[in-house]
């Protein structure tokens, strides 16, 4: 079995606590008009992570039930 080329790859996801506050601020971006994304997404990136297309599924179930919204956001 040969192991994907970013396997040993490290880097660190998004703690349930910034996850938290990510999703607090995504939903003040709804109020304020700016819609979830560009909240959530502004204050991960305001944390040093970076969402990464060319990594498996960081969802703890694997995307089973739906890819949530932090899926592949990550510090290297
Ligand atoms: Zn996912």
Partial sequence: M??????????????HDEVLAALRAGYRAIDDG??????FNGWLESLGYRRRDDIDCTCPD???????????WVRP
């Fill in 34 to 39: 700016y819609g979830f994304y560009p909240g």
């Fill in 62 to 72: 694997g995307g089973y039930r739906g890819h949530l919204p932090e899926c592949r």
């Fill in 2 to 15: 040969v192991a994907p080329a970013n396997a040993t790859e490290e880097f660190t996801v998004p703690s």
